[in-house]
């Protein structure tokens, strides 16, 4: 499998030259400092979050390293308090403990910790989530019509980028599953002989540190770790066809997307 480290680094840019140079040609990139005010980087610890916001019932995700394959049934562990949860992630243990994408607007307090960046200060915003945990394992996946900046807040992330063109090596779940947007592989505990189309691949590994910020483009498939403790925050808004990363993520991003929902109409 190649790896290649051509992904640029900023720490500063404009919303115009954000928009031009990287949102506009599906282009991440790596935007160091961008919230090194933020007060989130000094408030968020497992035990400071769990007094605020532990009765809120979340998810929890734990990847099996028995598995060369995955799927969100094979991580999803139900539903528990988030107290429960981020007071398991305040030891030191080396057991997975993965919260994904909390809506902060079931927790609008969390604004308060957070300011949006300035290089997005004329996107039109959708969501905002926080991921939190200790020792992460993200699913190989992409989004389809959605942009995202991730921000780093506690701990550190790596983060693993394929482009839209390598999707076809990455072995996603076929498009007319719920899971059309993510791959088969458990890049956790990688089998690369059951995944040979992989080695052909272009890994770009990112290392984000608190402050830190990364712009996910659209079909972009991503794999994210968190390393012990780790809380990030991350800026949804929606893509347009001009930004999208090429014709068969387009095509696949709509297919799934309808099929999707006919799904959801015949098994209600």
């Not at 930004?243 to 387009?250: D, Y």
Request: include cysteine; aromatic fraction near 10%; charge should be negative.
């Amino acid at each position: 499998m190649q790896s290649e480290t051509t992904i640029s680094t900023v720490t500063d840019i404009s919303p115009d030259e954000f928009q031009a140079q990287f949102v506009s040609t599906c282009t991440p990139v790596v935007l160091r400092g961008a919230a090194k005010t933020w007060r989130a980087l000094q408030a968020w610890n497992p035990t400071s979050l769990a007094e605020r916001f532990g009765t809120m019932e979340v998810p929890l995700r734990r990847t099996p390293l028995d598995e060369p394959e995955l799927s969100v049934e094979k991580v999803h562990q139900g539903f528990f308090s988030m107290a429960e949860l981020l007071n398991q992630c305040a030891g030191d243990g080396p057991d997975e403990v993965y919260i994904p994408g909390v809506p902060f607007k079931s927790v609008p307090a969390l604004f308060e910790d957070i300011d949006t960046p300035n290089f997005l200060s004329k996107t039109r915003l959708r969501a905002v989530s926080g991921f939190f945990g200790r020792n992460t394992r993200c699913l190989g996946h992409m989004h389809p019509f959605a942009q995202a900046v991730l921000t780093q807040v506690v701990g550190r992330k790596k983060v693993v980028l394929y482009a839209p063109q390598d999707l076809d090596k990455l072995y996603l779940h076929p498009w007319w599953q719920d899971g059309f947007f993510q791959s088969r592989i458990n890049f956790h505990a990688l089998e690369a002989e059951r995944f040979p189309l992989l080695r052909e691949a272009c890994a770009h590994t990112i290392h984000l540190e608190p402050g830190d910020a990364l712009f996910i483009p659209v079909h972009w498939l991503h794999v994210p770790v968190g390393i012990d403790f780790s809380a990030s925050v991350t800026h949804w808004w929606r893509s347009s066809p001009g930004e999208w990363g090429g014709v068969a993520p387009a095509l696949r991003s709509i297919t799934g997307s309808v099929s999707a929902s006919l799904q959801n109409v015949f098994h209600r």
